[in-house]
């Protein structure tokens, strides 16, 4: 066949829901174009999970070092931090990942081909490119895949759009400790980071306008509010900064319980699909107000031959989904037939304790008319915790009334990442 003759699939992204697609795609035969206007990989390897977890992953070494349960028989040395060499550490492997896990596989597949550029769409058919060197090249395609993924939130607080904020990529990419840091939000970016920045050596204030976590069973975030504020955290609940200056090298937050000074300010408020200038209008394909792309489980938007995966569409923004999502996209874009079922999806914030949950919490079983019966197991009561010397959290079951069906799980503890995979 032909190399033209082939299925074309066009790509808009190279984070994981676009390279899985791609890779998939390829294997049925189909030939790929990709489209990037910035860097390959996408947020996971970027700016997401590989640098925040290694940076958590060098708090908590610095952590156990300055005290443990065990400090009466192994003697504490509070550890100097130098953020400067564990950036470069972390960029180091960071740029590592690139290469192998993405830019190889483009490398080695003759059916997949990276354009660098802006894509927006001409018809359902046709996409428009700006190439990095400015020229233009009209792109026509059989299928789509929307897969441009999303990008820090920001709230519309008077006064801080003028300042120099940190969203958690330049938190991520700073080579200092800041003494001083304010964070607004309380999503799981916000409490990884806080306690990261924490142990790490600054004093951090969490400015929660609900509570952490507040999404998911209350008790995950009240244990957590208990361990933050046991560690030096200070977490300021049902709070919202109504204004944020920025006043020679200082921020400014006004709350309703005072004046919140810092020496930096990260704003981790959820995050907003980078779908603005698709002109997915064009093609009637359907989106929510903040432009997430509404897909249905294979994937498939209002439009035909247009589907959409990752962190831009209607899915959890977990990269774990968007790599699943990719996959069956793919699939159904070369002829087959693939669902994604998120039922028994797993969920770990990798703060310390761990918090998991998967499938259902009790308000979210009884809001979709189940009858509920629950049990929660205190791990005061487990002995391999009394055994760690560290029994914080809790073991939450969810099961329908009268079948005794595990709908939901919700963990805190500190190998709750794991515990959740059972």
């Given at each position: 066949m032909n190399d033209r003759d082939?299925?074309?699939?066009?790509?808009?992204?190279?984070g994981s829901a676009a390279f899985a697609a791609a890779i998939r795609a390829a294997e049925e035969g189909a030939r790929v174009t990709m489209i990037e206007r910035d860097t390959l990989g996408g947020t996971c390897v970027n700016v997401g999970c590989v640098p925040s977890k290694i940076m958590i992953q060098a708090a908590h070494v610095a952590h156990v070092r300055s005290g443990s349960p065990f400090d009466d028989g192994i003697s504490a040395t509070p550890p100097s931090i130098d953020r400067k060499r564990l950036f470069a550490q972390q960029q180091a492997r960071v740029e590592e990942l690139r290469q192998s896990k993405y830019q190889s596989i483009v490398d080695s597949h003759e059916a997949i081909e990276v354009i660098r550029g802006q894509a927006h769409f001409v018809d359902r058919h046709t996409l428009a490119v700006e190439t990095e060197s400015g020229a233009k090249q009209h792109l026509t395609f059989d299928r789509?895949?929307?897969?441009?993924?999303?990008?820090?939130?920001?709230?519309?607080?008077?006064?801080?759009i003028d300042t120099p904020y940190w969203t958690s990529t330049e938190a991520l990419e700073s080579e200092t400790i800041p003494?001083?840091?304010?964070?607004?939000?309380?999503s799981v970016v916000a409490v990884e980071l806080a306690q990261a920045f924490a142990r790490l050596g600054s004093q951090v204030t969490l400015v929660a306008r609900n509570t952490l976590l507040s999404r998911e069973d209350p008790a995950i975030g009240e244990q957590l509010t208990r361990v933050f504020r046991d560690e030096g955290i200070v977490v300021l609940e049902n709070t919202e900064a109504s204004r944020v200056d920025h006043v020679g090298d200082e921020f400014h937050l006004a709350t309703g319980q005072g004046m919140?000074?810092?020496?930096?300010?990260?704003v981790a408020t959820?995050?907003?699909?980078?779908?603005?200038?698709?002109?997915?209008?064009?093609?009637?394909?359907e989106t929510e107000k903040n432009g997430t792309v509404?897909?249905?489980?294979?994937?498939?938007?209002?439009?035909?031959?247009?589907?959409?995966?990752?962190d831009c569409s209607s899915q959890p923004q977990l990269v774990y989904v968007a790599a699943a999502a990719g996959t069956r996209a793919a699939v159904n874009m070369t002829g087959g037939e693939a669902a994604l079922d998120l039922r028994a999806m797993p969920a770990v914030v990798v703060t310390e304790p761990q918090a998991a949950t998967a499938g259902l919490s009790e308000t979210e079983a009884q809001r979709q008319g189940f009858e509920v019966e629950t049990r929660t197991?205190?791990?005061?009561?487990?002995?391999?915790?009394?055994?760690?010397?560290?029994?914080?959290?809790?073991?939450?079951?969810?099961?329908e009334a009268g079948s005794y069906r595990l709908i939901g799980v919700q963990v805190v503890a500190g190998n709750a990442g794991e515990v959740i995979q059972s």
């Open positions: 082939r299925l074309h699939i066009a790509i808009i992204g190279s789509c895949l929307i897969a441009t993924g999303a990008r820090p939130a920001i709230p519309p607080v008077p006064g801080l003494r001083r840091l304010a964070i607004i939000g309380s919140l000074k810092a020496d930096r300010l990260l959820g995050r907003t699909p980078n779908t603005s200038g698709l002109g997915l209008g064009c093609i009637s394909v509404i897909v249905d489980d294979h994937m498939r938007t209002s439009t035909t031959g247009i589907h959409a995966a990752g197991l205190d791990l005061e009561n487990v002995p391999r915790a009394l055994a760690n010397f560290d029994t914080r959290g809790f073991i939450k079951l969810v099961a």
